[in-house]
């Protein structure tokens, strides 16, 4: 009994252990300029238009992943609002006509039948579960979670949030909102480096990918 638990402890030990060292291996992304290796190439090689024209291009970027998040959130809570109204209208026809029962079980069911359907589309993308808040800062500080940024988990963490609202769920699309708007922020960045680049002058947004 004793040998059994001392193997107990030294396997919890290692165990413990194994962690610590996979934890302390992990670094986080240098998107602090302080620590960034191409900052401190940049004050090197300092050049006062570059320095603006790099600035302008952060500020473009910025604007126009704003704009197109807020609009994405648009449709989004567009959608979720024409969703509420016809359910809402449905409902309405049944409550008039005094059939509460059968209006009740149209709402459970309609109900199902979205969380159902957001439940198929998380099974398929299961990046795109959960408010997607945590997964950024854990992105942000070093981790890298399969197809986190990739396109279809923005589509399915989308639909997940118009299904979740619209069947009345106790969500909001707050947190997916930011989720959302980190991957539409990687992937403008990576669609205009890449006309960039088509065009030569690729170099000029690379300075903004301060991870390298």
């Known amino acids: 009994m004793i040998g059994y638990r001392m193997c107990w402890i030294r396997s919890q030990r290692r165990m413990w252990w194994l962690l610590w060292e996979t934890l302390t291996l992990k670094s986080s992304k240098d998107y602090e300029e302080i620590n960034s290796k191409q900052a401190r190439h940049d004050a090197i090689v300092y050049d006062k238009w570059k320095t603006r024209t790099k600035a302008l291009y952060r500020w473009l970027m910025c604007f126009l992943i704003g704009v197109v998040t807020a609009m994405v959130y648009r449709g989004i809570n567009g959608a979720t609002e024409h969703l509420g109204d016809a359910k809402y209208d449905l ?10 029962a059968a209006g009740y079980f149209v709402n459970l069911a309609i109900a199902m039948a979205l ?61 997916p909102t930011i989720h959302i708007g980190a991957l539409l922020g990687v992937g403008i960045l990576n669609f205009c480096l890449w006309i960039m680049n088509l065009l030569g002058h690729g170099h000029f947004l690379a300075s903004l990918r301060n991870d390298v």
Do not use: D, H
């Open 91 to 100: 409902l309405e026809s049944y409550i008039e006509n005094g059939q509460l």
């Open 115 to 175: 969380v159902l359907f957001g439940i198929t589309i998380v099974l398929m993308e299961p990046a795109a579960a959960g408010s997607g808040i945590p997964e950024v800062i854990g992105y942000l500080n070093g981790a890298a979670p399969a197809r986190l940024m990739s396109w279809t988990t923005m589509v399915g963490k989308i639909i997940g949030v118009i299904c979740a609202v619209g069947a009345g769920l106790a969500v909001g699309p707050e947190g």
